[in-house]
T-cell receptor, first 115, second 117 residues
Framework: AQKVTQAQTEISVVEKEDVTLDCVYETRDTTYYLFWYKQPPSGELVFLIR????DEQNEISGRYSWNFQKSTSSFNFTITASQVVDSAVYFC????????????WGAGTKLIIKP | GAVVSQHPSWVICKSGTSVKIECRSL??????MFWYRQFPKQSLMLMATSNEGSKATYEQGVEKDKFLINHASLTLSTLTVTSAHPEDSSFYIC?????????????FGPGTRLTVT
């Protein structure tokens, strides 16, 4: 069975601090995809990244970076120099290549950035 | 980029009435669309998967007679909440899955907030 665990329910940091959101996944598939989405208070999901299981290179996009480690089945997300606008709920998700590429969602981590 | 719209963005209805939510892929064809429900402070829960031209596949625990899904074309899927009750109040999100040329990416609509009074 596939599963995504985001153990951090809520994280609160002061602006400009770095923060890492954890994501641990379980799957028996050899080919799979991992995602991060941001959900601000408006509710609309914002796609952040998609990573396939064969690409373990870390990714950096501005203040955002992702650390994919198959050995520990983790796909962690770090925000550097956090800003108030980063406050949102962040979801990690997993999909295989069958079942219509159905997404398996983590519970989400609510990130609060205090000014 | 690929855009998915939902209409309405919010709706308030009285208990016992039916509400229809539309999900459209505006600039691509989607053979598969997903419907999710999200309660406050919770994750997304998949309700059903619909493939164009065929019956939707509902997740366990989702009443197919209550949540009617129609996927009549490659760009439109509708979710009808029949005989709505206050417990159906939730945030409903659709997503449309593109084909091979777009790497089977899923694109999400902005969501519909349903309040049943």
């Amino acid at each position: 069975a596939q599963k995504v665990t985001q153990a951090q329910t809520e994280i609160s940091v002061v602006e400009k601090e770095d923060v890492t959101l954890d994501c641990v996944y379980e799957t028996r598939d050899t080919t799979y995809y991992l995602f991060w989405y941001k959900q601000p208070p408006s509710g609309e999901l914002v796609f952040l990244i998609r990573r396939n299981s064969f690409d373990e290179q870390n990714e950096i996009s501005g203040r955002y970076s992702w650390n994919f480690q198959k050995s520990t089945s983790s796909f962690n997300f770090t925000i550097t120099a956090s800003q108030v606008v980063d406050s949102a709920v962040y979801f990690c998700a997993l999909s295989g290549t069958d079942s219509n590429y159905q997404l398996i969602w983590g519970a989400g981590t609510k990130l609060i950035i205090k000014p | 980029g690929a855009v998915v719209s939902q209409h309405p963005s919010w709706v308030i209805c009285k208990s016992g009435t039916s509400v229809k939510i539309e999900c459209r892929s505006l600039d691509f064809q989607a053979t598969t669309m997903f419907w999710y429900r999200q309660f406050p402070k919770q994750s997304l829960m998949l309700m059903a998967t619909s493939n164009e031209g065929s019956k939707a596949t509902y997740e366990q625990g989702v009443e197919k007679d209550k949540f009617l899904i129609n996927h009549a074309s490659l760009t439109l899927s509708t979710l009808t909440v029949t005989s709505a009750h206050p417990e159906d109040s939730s945030f409903y999100i659709c997503s449309a899955r593109a084909g091979l040329a777009m790497r089977y990416e899923q694109y999400f609509g902005p969501g519909t907030r349903l309040t049943v009074t």
